[in-house]
């Protein structure tokens, strides 16, 4: 089992130059989360995704698209790019939410995308 | 406004030396507490989720346990190895069912030998 990966692991781009980064899981799980990390912000929700073909915004989802087309890949694009979306990026997955505690809830992380805004 | 946060933020001991990070919350309610570890350059790495009040868990040196309003982490005589940062995360009713996380901004912890 891979988990979760992403790819690129590194990137560097130029102001208003768009890229996507790649999520995929092996483990079947049915949400799908995009985060970015910021130092001194900690881990803040970009968008998400609760099923294959249904996305949903998060607390910051200002100059980002997402899509989820097959259930194991999530993809976030970046259309135009800006130097205040210099950060890191992580993808998280987990099963569908179950009531009964103990039930597993959390979420496992990918390993990051570092992306660089000239 | 659901709120979470750690402290200290950062935080250096001795081997051998056992102490507690702190993560305090204010929550609209609360389905789960969870702790992850965090390594430089890597994903956060899930450690234990606590969901009531009273609760604990363990693994290895690590103790987390948990009340109406903060949740701890204790490190009992740590190793070097278990320098990391100690990111702790809420999941609320607001949330819906979508296991959604509300983090804090981590504690830094440094064990030297």
């Known amino acids: 089992n891979a988990g979760v990966t992403q790819t690129p692991k590194f990137r560097v781009l130029k102001t208003g130059q768009s890229m996507t980064l790649l999520c995929a899981q092996d483990?079947?799980?049915?949400?799908m989360y995009w985060y970015r990390q910021d130092p001194g912000m900690g881990l803040r929700l970009i968008h998400y995704?609760?099923?294959?073909?249904?996305?949903a915004k998060g607390e910051v989802p200002d100059g980002y698209n997402v899509s989820r087309l097959k259930k194991q890949n999530f993809l976030l694009g970046l259309e135009s790019a800006a130097p205040s979306q210099t950060s890191v990026y992580f993808c998280?997955?987990?099963?569908?939410?179950?009531?009964?505690?103990?039930?597993?809830?959390?979420?496992?992380f990918g390993p990051g995308t570092r992306l660089t805004v000239l | 406004e659901d709120q979470v946060t750690q402290s200290p933020e950062a935080l250096r001991l001795q081997e051998g030396e056992s102490s507690s990070l702190n993560c305090s919350y204010t929550?609209?309610?609360?389905?789960?507490l969870f702790w992850y570890r965090q390594d430089p350059g890597k994903g956060p790495e899930f450690l234990f989720t606590?969901?009531?009040a009273g609760e604990e868990k363990e693994k290895e040196r690590l103790k987390a346990t948990l009340t109406k309003k903060e949740s701890f982490l204790h490190i009992t005589a740590p190793k070097p190895e278990d320098s990391a940062t100690y990111l702790c995360?809420?999941?609320?009713?607001?949330?819906?069912?979508?296991?959604?996380?509300?983090f804090g901004t981590g504690t830094l912890l440094a064990v030297q030998p």
């Open positions: 998280a997955s987990s099963y569908a939410y179950r009531l009964e505690r103990g039930a597993g809830n959390e979420q496992f």
């Open positions: 483990m079947n799980h049915e949400y």
């Open positions: 995704s609760v099923g294959e073909g249904t996305t």
């Open positions: 929550v609209s309610g609360l389905r789960g």
């Open positions: 606590l969901y009531s």
């Open positions: 995360a809420v999941q609320t009713p607001y949330g819906g069912a979508t296991n959604k996380l509300i």
